[in-house]
């Protein structure tokens, strides 16, 4: 059984359309994330949410837009696309944060690589 | 600003070699250091976690250890199989919640 997995694998798009990639975690998880690897192959987080509500917003254009219809599904919605946004986005989720004498690992989804032509 | 640095960027080794890759970490709140590994066009794939320093984890072929400032990943008698990049990652505490902040990874590559 997969742990958290991403729809699409691939997505390719013009300039300027809307897309959405999925996620779904089945490991009971309360804390989802959204990363963003880029063509240096750095990993940085942009959103963070527990049991529905987000909790971490980093900093992340007002194009993308989260949506966390219940905790075991995140969503990345992408308004307006830009050459820019070209990047692997991965899912992932962890416990939660909330015990903060313990680490938090999170399980990583397979990636979306999105290209914007 | 929290940072982690990785090296070296890649390393080659022939299959038996042993050697070890660094993580170095300037980070405000340290709640854990983790070890990914990840294959091309694949997510990181969880290794080890640790949380304090001295600590050390073990898996098959690999060793994690840490320091207050960094943390090495040794490699004993590498096989193919093993090349991949590896990624450390620091746990931040936020104001709610905590986020991993990566390093670019280490590029290994291991031939017979």
């Known amino acids: 059984d997969t742990a958290v997995s991403q729809t699409p694998k691939y997505l390719v798009t013009q300039m300027g359309n809307d897309k959405s990639i999925k996620c779904e975690q089945n490991?009971?998880?309360?804390?989802m994330y959204w990363y963003k690897q880029d063509s240096k192959k750095f990993l940085k987080i942009m959103f963070s949410?527990?049991?529905?509500?987000?909790?971490i917003n980093e900093t992340v254009p007002n194009r993308f837009s989260p949506k966390s219809p219940d905790k075991a599904h995140l969503n990345l919605h992408i308004n307006s696309l830009e050459l820019g946004d070209s990047a692997v986005y991965f899912c992932a989720s962890s416990q939660g944060p909330w015990d903060f004498g313990r680490t938090d690992t999170q399980y990583f989804g397979p990636g979306t690589r999105l290209t914007v032509l | 600003e929290d940072q982690v640095t990785q090296s070296p960027e890649a390393l080659r080794l022939q299959e038996g070699e042993s050697s070890s890759l660094n993580c170095s970490y300037t980070?405000?709140?340290?709640?854990?250091l983790f070890w990914y590994r990840q294959d091309p066009g694949k997510g990181p794939e969880f290794l080890f976690t640790l949380y304090s320093a001295g600590e050390e984890k073990e898996k098959e072929r690999l060793k994690a250890t840490l320091t207050k400032k960094e943390s090495f990943l040794h490699i004993t008698a590498p096989k193919p199989e093993d090349s991949a990049t590896y990624l450390c990652a620091v746990q931040v505490p936020m104001e709610y919640g905590n986020k991993l902040v990566f390093g670019a990874g280490t590029i290994l590559r291991v031939k017979s």
């Open positions: 980070v405000s709140g340290l709640r854990g």
């Open positions: 490991l009971g998880h309360d804390t």
């Open positions: 949410y527990n049991n529905k509500e987000l909790i």
